[in-house]
């Protein structure tokens, strides 16, 4: 697989609409900006879930490699009323998208990135 330079991947760093997206390398086939949710985004209260891998809830964009397809995905850390609380979960099938071109892969990246701040 390439490096990251030579793939043009969006920024480190986004900032959109206040909030602040943080890229973090997961392995060598997948990548993920996260960022804090505020409080008024979601209607629980955050005592009433266990958060999973997280400290806070968080909002997710993942970019990841598989079998020459790109998949790009957006989720969130899901409240009590959910399948699996406080783990973090596709949003919908709105926000999954699989396709063989990384520049379309990099523009749904940033699609998902605007929608979600």
Not at 70 to 81: C, H, I, L
Not at 89 to 97: K, T, V
Request: aromatic share 10%.
């Amino acid at each position: 697989m390439p490096t990251e330079d030579d793939l043009d991947f969006p920024p480190q760093s986004i900032e959109k609409n206040g909030y602040h997206w943080e890229r973090a390398k997961l392995d060598k086939n997948s990548y993920q900006w996260v960022r804090e949710m505020s409080d008024d985004e979601y209607p629980w209260d955050l005592e009433d879930v266990s958060l999973v891998g997280t400290d806070v809830p968080i909002r997710a964009v993942s970019l990841q490699s598989l079998d020459g397809e790109w998949q790009v995905e957006a989720s969130e850390t899901a409240g009590p009323d959910y399948h699996r609380p406080g783990f973090t979960e596709l949003i919908s099938a709105e926000f999954s998208h699989s396709t063989s071109d990384l520049a379309e892969a990099r523009n749904i990246v940033h699609q998902f990135i605007n929608q979600l701040s």
